[in-house]
């Protein structure tokens, strides 16, 4: 049964953790060794077509911790790709199109959205930029120690 879900295991884009947690599971359950070449294989196969393609690029990789580290900077490129483009260009596997974060939208606040922070964020998200306004914020500070808050 394990070895079935194994050939079945897919990654659904951007969420490489996931992949990379269940594909070790599901090794484990099968009872094979996770840093065999077979292992290797097929955690490539199991990746979006443009990732494994990255993943391959010169120095190929030789051992799995190698395998996942280039499928992580693979993904985060890729995602980071799609922030600056603002998501609205087709990077091959992108499809279907997540909607994006509304940053400052009050009507999300009440659902149950989940909120991230330096502590639980997952490793996709380091070094993704996020959106700021910083239009409304400026700061007018003008001799001694008294600062007023205006735009100019």
């Known amino acids: 049964m394990a070895r079935k879900e194994l050939t079945q295991l897919k990654m659904r884009f951007p969420d490489i953790d996931s992949y990379i947690t269940d594909f070790e599971q599901t090794v484990r359950k099968a009872l094979y ?5 077979e292992m290797n294989q097929q955690f490539l196969s199991g ?12 120095p190929t990789p030789i051992t799995y911790q190698e395998y996942t580290q280039k499928a992580l ?6 995602v980071l790709l799609r922030n600056v483009f603002g998501g609205n260009r087709n990077f091959g596997t992108f499809a279907p199109q997540q909607q994006q974060p509304q940053w400052n ?9 989940p909120q991230y922070n330096l502590s639980n964020a997952l490793r996709w998200m380091n070094n993704t930029p996020v959106p700021m306004n910083i239009d409304q914020n400026r700061v007018n ?8 808050q205006g735009n100019y």
């Not at 990746?47 to 010169?58: C, G, N, Q, S």
């Open 33 to 37: 060794w996770l840093g065999s070449h």
């Open 47 to 58: 990746l979006p077509w443009d990732v494994a393609k990255d993943v391959m690029h010169y």
């Open 73 to 78: 900077t693979s993904v985060q490129s890729k």
């Open 105 to 113: 939208n009050p009507h999300l606040q009440g659902q149950n959205t």
């Open 141 to 148: 500070c003008g001799q001694g120690n008294y600062c007023s």
